[in-house]
């Protein structure tokens, strides 16, 4: 359950009753008129209605400038229903657990701004990473990924094909690229202060691209993007996807500062396909959870940009899959 608050001008006020009558919402209250002429009315919607009242209000009022809505969440709400009740809207709510369009726009808006802090979180956690791949240490290498905020950017991506939001596009965008180029210059310059350790198995691993970290990639940017639409929490799935990304980028730096060029370009293999199965997954499984724009123009729109970006990384992806066996078939022959 979540409360929907709507702050417009009085003039809307059967409007909203009506609205509210129309998709049984008993719960409604009112507040008293601001100076400013506007007033407030708080709706309590469960989860099976939240996106349609959304959308409805928005259609209503999507020609007025002076209005607000505002979605709060429910810790608990009472007096508690009976059992059978209870059950049932458990069953039924966990059926269509999901988080709306704009819950879900917010959330992943958010994580994929570029600014300071996502800046000293790459920084940091990339010499964290550098640092436990040098030493062959798992540990250190999880903690990287723990503070890692790589999930947004690369989610923000698939949201905006969906959406068909070119802005919100070159905004993640432009912030994966600054991380992963800061990522890289980073571990470079860790490479050439600190002696690379080619005996790390968890620094030889990444430099070895196979066809089970296309399926690790795809499993990491499916899980995020369930987990976001799905309101559950998204920190483990961030761990995944950082994993899938953070420690090829530093394999690169590391191998690019002690001139191992063949390695480099192995670790770079291995970080273009999981970038790529990431966006994938994360965009197919907006698709299936039917996150789309409100309106019929915008939809059509969304289509394209989404079957287009499909597409290209679908291409991609095949290119890179079939560098890696290339790779494998030679080297089993000469071997």
Known sequence: MKIIEVVTDSGHQDTLNSIAK???IKDIWWCEQGPDNRYSVRLLVGPDKRQTILDALQSVLGSSENYRIVVIPVEASLPLSNAKNDASDEEKQEKILTTTREELYSKIEKGSRLDSNYLLLVLLSTIVAAIGLIEDNVAVLIGAMVI???L????????????GDHKLGWQALKTAIAGLGLALTVSIAIGLLWPVN??????MARTDAQLASAALALAAGAAAVLSLTTGLPSVLVGVMVA?????????IGLMISDNRWELALGAGLLLAINIVCVNIAAKLVLMVRGIKPRKGLEIKKA???LTLSLLIWGVLLLILLA??????VPA???G
Not at 152 to 163: F, H, W
Not at 323 to 328: G, L, N
Request: aromatic residues 2%.
């Open 22 to 24: 129309q998709h049984g």
């Open 323 to 328: 560098t890696v066996v290339y790779r494998v």
């Open 198 to 203: 080619l005996t790390s198995a968890e620094l």
């Open 243 to 251: 994993v899938a990304l953070l420690p090829p980028t530093a394999t």
């Open 152 to 163: 947004g950017p690369n989610i923000a991506l698939a949201l905006a094909a969906a959406l």
């Open 332 to 334: 089993s022959v000469t």
């Open 303 to 305: 289509q394209r940009s």
């Open 148 to 150: 890692a905020p790589l």
